[in-house]
């Protein structure tokens, strides 16, 4: 009997791919997801330094993540960013 080792996948299911080699992925999710009034600047240097940055921050818009760090952005940061319409200007640098 043989059998079909071919996996299939949801065509509509987005690309995780980038997480496999995302820099936050070394660091715990307390690092991103501070408490209220915390700094969120480490997070945002370790995001400036990972090469998954855009495809993140593209999962985060899409998805409609609203709480932290994500491709370099706060929830904050992210909804200025959707409400200006400056999400497709800055996801196709």
């Keep these: 009997?043989?059998?079909d080792t071919t996996v299939m996948t949801d065509p509509t299911a987005p690309d995780l791919s980038w997480q496999e080699n995302a820099l936050c992925a070394q660091a715990g999710p307390e690092f991103f997801?501070?408490?209220p009034g915390s700094s969120t600047r480490e997070?945002?240097?370790l995001c400036g330094a990972c090469e998954g940055r855009v495809a993140c921050l593209q999962y985060a818009l899409e998805n409609d993540e609203r709480f932290g760090v994500w491709g370099g952005l706060s929830e904050k940061e992210r909804?200025?960013?959707k409400s200006t319409g400056g999400a497709r200007?800055?996801?196709a640098r």
């Design 1 to 3: 009997m043989q059998t």
């Design 33 to 35: 997801f501070p408490a």
């Design 43 to 45: 997070a945002k240097q």
């Design 79 to 81: 909804g200025r960013l």
């Design 89 to 91: 200007r800055r996801l």
